[in-house]
């Protein structure tokens, strides 16, 4: 790890608040951020947390949800065991993976990943977009209505259409980027708030059937 950075970090107060209080990742305070200015996280909600290695995001949204909430981390990574959250080995995209999540629809669908940097901005950018969308089909699929998402993205050209389709299935899309946030990345967050599933198809006129939940497991 280069030097430079490793100074920059042990400067950053966000790093130093995270290792301050045993969080896992500064990011914990971006969601902190996003649930209290969007009212997010309530107490007793189900929440999917997508990427979710090394686990600062489903450490503070199982504080918030408390006993009568739940987590479901995923990540293709193993992350170490989190008191009141159920950790799923999987990635974004793999076909099977709402199957293996059970029947039971969740409140809120987040995503902080991201991208393998190639230091191309461009291709950095349309990468991080894709992982919006693979983010956005699990939550189509598993959501309830009136449920919300959150997905992180770095900012770029693509991002008017990325929350155009994001509108077409939410009654409102917004941006927002936390103070955590460094200020020259160009991370943001949308949040969609108001899930609007589509209707069965049983008119043969094309809209999108709503999948089938699978059972508990």
Known sequence: MPRRFVAERRRDPYYR??????????AAFKLAHVADHFGLLRPGARVLDLGAAPGGWSV????????????????P??????????IVRGRVGDPTLSTRLG?????LVLSDMAPRISGAYATDHARSASLVRDA????QEVLVPGGAFV???????MLPALESELRGSFARVRRTKPPASREPSSELYLV????RPAPADRSGSGSRPVPPRAPAI
């Open 60 to 75: 503070v949204a199982a504080e918030r949800v408390g006993p009568r909430g739940e987590v479901v981390a995923v990540d």
């Open 17 to 26: 608040a995270a290792q301050r209080e045993g969080l896992r990742s500064r």
């Open 136 to 139: 956005f089909r699990l939550a």
């Open 151 to 157: 997905a992180k993205v770095f900012d770029g050209d």
């Open 192 to 195: 969609a708030l108001g899930f």
């Open 103 to 107: 029947g039971r629809p969740f409140d």
């Open 77 to 86: 990574r193993a992350i170490e065991p989190i008191d009141g959250v159920a």
